[in-house]
């Protein structure tokens, strides 16, 4: 069986529960597996603008989904796309007619290294960007001092939500 | 007359196409804002005569412009102007 190389951009509805939503996503990825493919990247793009309305949203939550697989994994796949109600939107690319499995099982490692390393910087950056709020806020030190407590729990997860961290940082600034 | 023709023959020059001078640029339908270059402000594809692309890009753009309509990422018509 031929294996090609695609990429599914798809839209969700924005204002769906998180557990929906991952559900969803967890659902697709089974999907591309048992069609005999493997994901390669999985890619957020977040919450974005839509340029023009589709049925009543405006905005809507973008996903990428680089794989690889047969052309049944493709078709099971928007057959799937077709069927959530959630999905408002998706576009299949084909992006290499002739890939291997193998070969692709190494790039996505090498995505994920990648992805690991995105991560490590943007925690480095952090930290370096905290100190200057901390001096800042010499009046207010112990209310620093119990977020930063906050922060590095999240820190010892790994996993640690983005999104979750970055609200921390804002109410830090609030307090100013 | 003669200068007037002159400078008639500079406006008309023919222009090079950006993606053929400029390897590097990608023609990508996820990234909107390279695209936005290539239609008018209602939404519109500019014409490769106005924009200069020659055919080969044209055609990759016209294919990237159409896919990001699909995800609305870029509008199929904008009335707003």
């Known amino acids: 069986m031929r294996i090609r190389r695609y990429e599914t951009v798809f839209i969700l509805e924005p204002d769906i529960e998180e557990s929906r939503r991952k559900e969803t996503l967890e659902r697709l990825e089974t999907i591309i597996q048992k069609g005999g493919g493997i994901l390669v990247k999985r890619d957020d793009w977040g919450i974005r603008k839509l340029a023009y309305d589709i049925g009543r949203f405006s905005k809507g939550h973008y996903f990428l989904y680089d794989f690889a697989g047969p052309s049944l994994a493709v078709s099971e796949v928007e057959r799937h796309l077709r069927m959530f109600e959630v999905v408002l939107r998706f576009l299949t690319v084909k992006k290499e007619d002739q890939v291997s499995l193998e070969a692709m099982e190494k790039v996505r490692a090498e995505e994920q290294e990648k992805e690991e390393a995105r991560r490590m910087a943007l925690q480095q950056r952090r930290e370096a960007e905290a100190p200057p709020v901390k001096v800042e806020e010499a009046a207010t030190k112990v209310d620093v001092e119990e977020e930063e407590e906050e922060e590095e729990q999240e820190e010892v997860k790994g996993e640690g939500d983005e999104e979750s961290t970055d609200a921390e940082e804002e109410e830090g600034e609030d307090l100013e | ?81």
């Open chain 2, 1 to 81: 007359m003669k200068e007037q023709r002159r400078k008639r023959k500079v406006y008309v020059r023919k222009k090079v196409c950006r993606f053929c001078a400029d390897a590097s640029a990608q023609i990508e339908y996820k990234d909107p804002r390279n695209l936005r270059y290539f239609i008018t402000e209602r939404g519109k594809i500019i014409p490769r005569r106005i924009s200069g692309n020659c055919a080969k890009h044209q055609r990759k753009i016209t294919l990237a412009i159409k896919r990001a309509r699909h995800l609305a990422l870029m509008p199929y018509t904008n009335f707003e102007i």
